[in-house]
């Protein structure tokens, strides 16, 4: 057999030469990333290149991992609505009682909101008694929370950027004190997703006695600039409490309504599959699965009557001053049992008398509040507690702000807002209970040990969860975005 002259042989260039160091490497790494790929089909990761995008793998309510081990599945915020009054409820300051009706010197009246109608120290209307082992003074406007004490955490030393009501809302909700940013629900059930395919993973409920929704509106509960899949769930207070949970009898006919969702799905699908990076698409498909799934099972979650009559009663239904607050209560209950992540409901409505934001008789405005809120907050605690979930539950006590330790002059004075001080306790979801945490000055004008900043309440709540607040990020208009901004740090002193 001829072979051909070495010198016919077509030249080959040195960069055209390989070593058999290079060619084992090229290869080595070669099978290694096909073994790679194999293992990243098996668990899903990877989908084949002739396979539709799954509808549950763009889910993007599915169950997220934690950053680290977190104690707290779900929260249920109790919003204050209008701004309590720290030194009437919680922190009690028998230096008030001392100097009742003497001025404050150097007070700057910009502090308030009613510049005009700055008047001298003013004691609290309310007795205050110790109470639990840890021997908390408390109001005696609640007699009911009053005796779970020792399940709680109490924050002292809270404050805030704004004394008034839209900003400081948005602060306590979104962390930024303005409009247009995720609210703590949207942030934590984007961070988390949900437990449950059948009901919202965040609900709001509000004040259902015709005095309105808080100010900001649902800004206070909006996804901002995350995906519209993380907003709140608004239930209304009166009649149906979400819009067409009874489909028309026409679409229940021989599965209509579940052959048109088909349908959608697959169109879905094929436009997901050129745009496989579109989250709000992803967050349109899972919405409109997530509500026919909500027609069966939300009627059912919503359904009270299911309840004992004794545990009713034991929250207050029927009672009337508080038989609105009740059922609120235990919807929220029955919702995060069901898998609901983030339920938060407020206490009063739109503003002055019509919440608790006690411009003028602070005694009258705050004993109604409280009245309507003590005993069914009271109840949802011992409940969560019977039921082995208070420990997997974190419940939060608070408003945007506090009030002032001056009186606000009137024929029945009562108090202004305070950005410089308020009080906030939790309870659950790996909270150390029968703590109290930082301190405000002698009147409660300031906090002034320990100081928290809402950044820091955030960071902690996510911490409870399981969650790095400085990981939770969102990449919008170039920048990585957060719940707690550019600030927070975890109050580890209050996590068990």
């Known amino acids: 057999m001829m072979t051909q002259p070495y010198s ?15 060619l084992l490497k090229r290869a080595g790494g070669g099978l290694g990333t096909l073994g790679l790929l194999s293992l990243l089909q098996q668990e899903g990761v990877l989908k084949t290149a002739d396979a539709a995008p799954s509808i549950k793998a763009t889910n993007p309510l599915a169950p997220k991992p934690t950053h680290m081990p977190g104690k707290a599945k779900s929260v249920i915020w109790l919003f204050i609505n209008g701004g309590p009054s720290h030194v009437d409820t919680w922190d009690y300051k028998p230096e008030l009682e001392k100097r009742d009706g003497v001025a404050l010197e150097g007070f700057d009246n910009k502090t308030g909101f009613f510049q005009n109608a700055v008047g001298p ?71 988390l997703g949900s437990e449950s395919d059948s009901l919202p993973a965040f609900v709001v409920m509000s004040d259902p006695l015709g005095r309105g929704l808080p100010k900001g509106h649902s800004l206070n509960w909006g996804a901002g600039f995350l995906p519209s ?36 799905k697959s169109l879905n699908r094929q436009h997901l599959q050129q745009n496989e990076g579109d989250q709000e698409l992803a967050a349109r498909i899972e919405s409109f699965e997530l509500a026919y799934r909500m027609q069966s099972a939300a009627p059912e979650a919503l359904d009270i009557s299911r309840e004992p009559k004794h545990l009713q009663e034991q929250y207050g239904i029927g009672t009337k001053k508080c038989e609105h607050f009740a059922k609120q209560c235990l919807i929220a209950r029955r919702m995060v049992e069901r898998g609901t992540r983030f339920v938060q409901i407020y206490s009063g409505g739109m503003e002055n008398q019509r919440s608790w934001d006690g411009h003028s008789d602070i005694k009258g405005n705050h004993s109604g509040f409280a009245a309507e809120t003590d005993q069914p907050i009271a109840a949802l605690l011992a409940d969560l507690e019977s039921r082995g979930l208070l420990d997997e539950t974190l419940v939060i006590w608070g408003g945007e702000f506090g009030r002032l330790p001056i009186a606000q002059k009137g024929a029945t004075p009562g108090r202004d807002h305070n950005p410089h001080a308020f009080t906030t306790w939790l309870a659950g979801g790996g909270v150390k209970a029968g703590t109290t945490y930082g301190a405000t000055d002698e009147i409660g004008f300031k906090a ?46 209050i996590i068990a």
């Open 448 to 493: 002034t040990e320990d100081k928290v900043h809402v950044n820091d309440l955030h960071a902690t709540i996510l911490r409870l969860l399981g969650m790095d607040h400085e990981k939770l990020t969102y990449l919008y208009s170039g920048r990585r975005f957060r719940l707690t901004d550019v600030g927070g740090h975890v109050i580890d002193k």
């Open 229 to 264: 899949v993380f907003q709140g769930t608004y239930l209304r207070p009166t009649g149906e409490p979400i819009d067409n949970l009874q489909p028309p009898s026409v679409l229940t006919e021989k599965g209509r309504q579940r052959s048109q969702l088909d349908l959608l």
């Open 8 to 22: 016919e042989l077509p030249a080959i260039s040195l960069n055209q030469l390989m070593a058999r160091r290079q």
């Open 121 to 191: 120290l003013m004691k609290s209307p309310f007795k205050f008694k110790q109470h639990g082992e840890s021997g908390k003074w408390v109001s005696e406007i609640f007699p009911h929370l009053s005796q779970h004490v020792d399940k709680m955490a109490f924050i002292h030393s809270g404050h805030t950027e704004s004394n008034n009501h839209s900003p400081a809302l948005f602060m306590m909700n979104c962390g930024i004190p303005k409009m247009g940013y995720p609210c703590v629900g949207s942030w934590v059930t984007y961070g």
